[in-house]
């Protein structure tokens, strides 16, 4: 009996569940895809008043990335995965701190938050990690099928194994 084949998800090719298998991924057939590039922007803050949700600086829609926040200007400014931030000295999120880079590796659909008590100019390079979306897409892609045998009803059993009984020596 042939071992099952798991089929491909988005940039992920199907590949065979045989153990006893090498596989290897398929080089991307596209060069340069958008969620593949590196982005460079300058962000400029706005003056948010307490209370108000914090401006979104990263919206998380990469599967991982490298974000790098670079403060250009005098600030305070404080940035955060909550979009209540303020004010800035309240200890909610990670202040920055002027041409001090700061990085984090995000997953998706952790956004990142920015709050400024004046208009300030920060750099942000954002760099994917395709190789890391690899590897949690095979993960996944080996977890649910196990997570599924979980959740299975029970099989019913008519019997029960009984072992057969040994003569005494006495």
């Not at 090719?13 to 340069?32: C, I, K, N």
């Not at 829609?61 to 004010?87: E, F, H, I, N």
């Not at 990085?103 to 760099?127: D, H, M, Q, R, W």
Request: hydrophobic fraction near 40%; charged fraction near 15%.
């Amino acid at each position: 009996m042939k071992p099952p084949t798991r089929p491909g998800q988005g940039k992920i090719p199907e590949f065979s569940l045989d153990r006893h298998v090498a596989q290897a991924p398929t080089p991307a057939d596209t060069p340069g895809a958008g969620e593949n590039r590196i982005s460079i922007t300058t962000f400029f803050t706005q003056v948010v008043p307490v209370g108000s949700p914090a401006q979104l600086i990263y919206n998380a829609d990469r599967m991982w990335a490298k974000v790098t926040l670079t403060l250009r200007t005098a600030g305070p400014v404080a940035v955060g995965q909550l979009d209540q931030l303020g004010p800035v000295g309240s200890g909610k999120g990670q202040e920055l701190q002027t041409d001090v880079p700061l990085s984090f590796t995000i997953a998706k659909g952790n956004p990142l938050y920015v709050v400024a008590s004046s208009v300030n100019s920060i750099s942000v390079v954002i760099e994917p990690y395709p190789w890391l979306e690899t590897i949690t897409g095979l993960t996944t892609g080996m977890v649910r099928p196990a997570q599924a045998a979980v959740a299975a009803p029970p099989v019913a059993r008519t019997g029960m194994f009984v072992p057969p009984s040994r003569p005494s020596k006495l």
